[in-house]
């Protein structure tokens, strides 16, 4: 396979998304994966702002609550998703909530200070 074509197919590869419409992007952001892995999926053109089904940015599921999927609070995942300077911080979800929104519901203090402190026009 020649650069070109694994260029195109790795954009592909990035943008599939499962039953639930969650990319890779969304599952490392939800899982509290590494923030280098962050920054290196949206080096590879990853997209910041795509949605799951439910219209949830990646950015929206590091403010949840981590549970089972990994540890932390996601603020390491938001700052890198924030370094990317999309503006992810003024998504709404479908429910018409941004990830500032989330972040205050669930008791997300960490992911709160970063969206406020970023300039990214994080919206509630």
Do not use: F
Request: with cysteine; charged share 20%.
């Amino acid at each position: 396979m020649d650069a070109p074509c694994a260029r195109g197919a790795l954009a592909v590869l990035l943008r599939k998304t499962c039953s639930l419409g969650k990319a890779p992007l969304h599952y490392v952001a939800e899982g509290r994966g590494p923030a280098r892995l962050i920054e290196r999926l949206l080096a590879a053109n990853a997209d910041a702002m795509q949605r799951t089904a439910w219209g949830r940015s990646a950015l929206h599921l590091c403010a949840e609550p981590s549970g089972t999927r990994g540890s932390g609070d996601g603020a390491e995942q938001a700052a890198a998703l924030l370094r990317s300077n999309s503006p992810i911080a003024a998504l709404y979800d479908d429910g018409g909530y941004t990830a500032l929104c989330a972040a205050h519901w669930y008791g997300n203090e960490a992911i709160v200070k970063i969206l406020l402190h970023s300039s990214s026009r994080a919206r509630l």
